[in-house]
């Protein structure tokens, strides 16, 4: 049941989410913390942090689990003040952060530009020996940055930087704190410089240009990529399509996926997600009929998109088929995301009770754990 929380957060399907914990409060699993946890941060990311407060409120004793669930949850929301007074009251519960508690607690620090708990907390990870972990440390650098302080982000960069390649590594790190106008800014230093990039600049590139309002900035990143003849890396050319996607083209996307020579099932996939995102669920059911003509299979993530595609049509008899024959032509066994668009499919379908079945009867015990 976790996992499929986890998927439902990830989609912000709350309907099929509250569908879940539904059936969770029936099976009286609500003590387990990993479900309870996974309730607490789909609820936060579902938009709706007071019922996140309210799960949480219902754990006796929560562990750090729950905690950097709930931590987390009110960041995501916004709501930075209530994240720190609720890191102050782990503390006071003698609960030990890891290194999410802490990465959420550095973000919320950053967000209100509190300085005196911000350095309280580098101070304190220093002590419990999270001062080299990645993901704490590009929190660290993010917040330096955000309270004006840059000397320091970039001592702390330069204890992060792996190679002797400037661009690779400052890309790297803008990457990581998600400094999106950072990485443009540098592709045109780049270009000034007359260096030459390379497949791993082009993808970091690409990968911050996935922003309708930066979709001029990708089509510049396009030109001077194909400049360069890299679109004839598969990598690339996937990565480019899904930028074009998510900056709300996918009529760029399609064409990028039609010039592309040799289609891989990556290329597929990528294109049959993307027509789903952009509520063209028959256009995607071509795409995979196609797909598979074509003698490409399917991977995991391209199922999910299909049934994804099911449900948005309402095809219930359609999503079975495909979904039993995952295992049965392509040796795929379902996964909680797979899981959880069937239920969404019955959901939206109105087969509610079918639904309750299915998720009582059908879902491996394994999986509830």
């Not at 479900?35 to 609820?43: A, E, I, K, P, R």
């Not at 661009?167 to 260096?195: A, Q, V, Y």
């Amino acid at each position: 049941m976790a996992s499929i929380l986890k998927f439902c957060a990830s989609r912000m399907d709350l309907e099929t989410g509250k569908m879940i914990h539904s059936c969770i409060l029936k099976q009286g699993m609500k003590t387990n913390p990993f479900v309870s946890s996974s309730l607490v941060d789909m609820y936060a990311k579902c938009g709706i942090p007071e019922a996140s407060l309210w799960v949480f409120a219902g754990i006796a004793k929560p562990g750090v689990v729950p905690w950097s669930a709930i931590i987390a949850g009110q960041c995501s929301n916004g709501r930075f003040q209530e994240a720190l007074q609720l890191f102050q009251a782990m503390q006071s519960d003698s609960v030990k952060a890891n290194e999410f508690t802490l990465t959420a607690a550095i973000q919320a620090c950053a967000a209100s530009r509190d300085l005196r708990s911000g350095k309280e907390i580098h101070c304190s990870l220093i002590r419990a020996g999270y001062s080299s972990n990645a993901s704490v440390l590009n929190s660290l650098i993010s917040f330096y940055f955000e309270i004006r302080q840059p000397q320091q982000a970039l001592n702390l960069w330069t204890l992060s930087c792996e190679d002797d390649n400037p661009w690779n590594s400052l890309m790297r790190t803008f990457s990581k704190l998600i400094d999106n106008g950072s990485i443009i800014e540098l592709l045109t230093d780049i270009h000034r410089s007359n260096s030459q990039i390379n497949a791993s600049l082009a993808y970091y590139v690409l990968d911050a240009c996935r922003s309708p309002s930066l979709l001029h900035a990708g089509m510049q990143a396009h030109g001077y990529i194909t400049k360069n003849g890299l679109l004839t890396d598969h990598k690339i050319s996937t990565c480019l399509m899904n930028m074009y996607s998510r900056c709300g083209s996918i009529e760029l996307a399609a064409k990028a996926f039609n010039q592309i020579p040799e289609k891989t099932s990556a290329s597929w996939g990528s294109i049959i997600s993307a027509s789903v995102d952009h509520d063209c669920p028959s256009k995607a059911l071509k795409l995979f009929t196609q797909m598979r003509r074509k003698n490409k299979n399917p991977d995991s993530s391209t199922f999910v998109s299909v049934l994804q595609a099911c449900s948005q049509m309402g095809l219930a008899d359609e999503a079975f088929h495909i979904f039993i024959s995952m295992s049965e032509n392509y040796g795929i066994y379902p996964s909680a995301e797979h899981y959880s668009c069937m239920v969404d499919v019955l959901g939206r379908a109105g087969m509610l009770k079918e639904a309750e079945h299915f998720i009582g009867s059908c879902i491996p015990l394994e999986r509830n754990a």
